[in-house]
């Protein structure tokens, strides 16, 4: 399985980047699959997460109106839409899979296969 996160960047606070993940290797389709972040010094935090079907979501209270999940099981691929960045989304960012039976997972112990990780940088 490998999963390839890309596009993320550097930019100004208020502006916008959309984050990419490339699915191998596994049945895209019938696994959920999130986005967690880490910054330096800190723990690896949920940020968003989708069913497989797309149907149903979860967000950080942190994010919640400024970042859309989204998925295209046509293409194996994940998308997370940040709007209105700000300074302290700064950090890594990681697509993770969850291929287990659970509809929507939100523990990260639930996530099986991980990116590599796109680093999002906001300057004040």
């Known amino acids: 399985v490998q999963l390839q996160a890309s596009g993320g960047g550097l930019v100004q606070a208020g502006g916008s980047l959309r984050l990419s993940c490339g699915a191998s290797?596994?049945?895209?389709?019938?696994?959920?699959m999130g986005w967690f972040r880490q910054a330096p010094g800190r723990e690896r935090d949920l940020v968003a997460a989708?069913?497989?079907?797309?149907?149903?979501?979860f967000y950080a209270v942190s994010v919640k109106g400024r970042f859309t999940i989204s998925r295209d099981n046509s293409k194996d691929t994940l998308y997370l839409q940040m709007n209105s960045l700000k300074p302290e989304d700064t950090a890594g960012y990681y697509c993770?899979?969850?291929?287990?039976?659970?509809?929507?997972?939100?523990?990260?112990?639930?996530?099986?296969?991980w990116g590599q990780g796109t680093q999002v940088t906001v300057s004040s």
């Open positions: 993770a899979a969850d291929p287990g039976p659970m509809i929507l997972a939100t523990d990260a112990d639930e996530y099986e296969y």
């Open positions: 290797g596994l049945t895209f389709s019938y696994t959920g």
């Open positions: 989708v069913s497989w079907g797309g149907t149903r979501t």
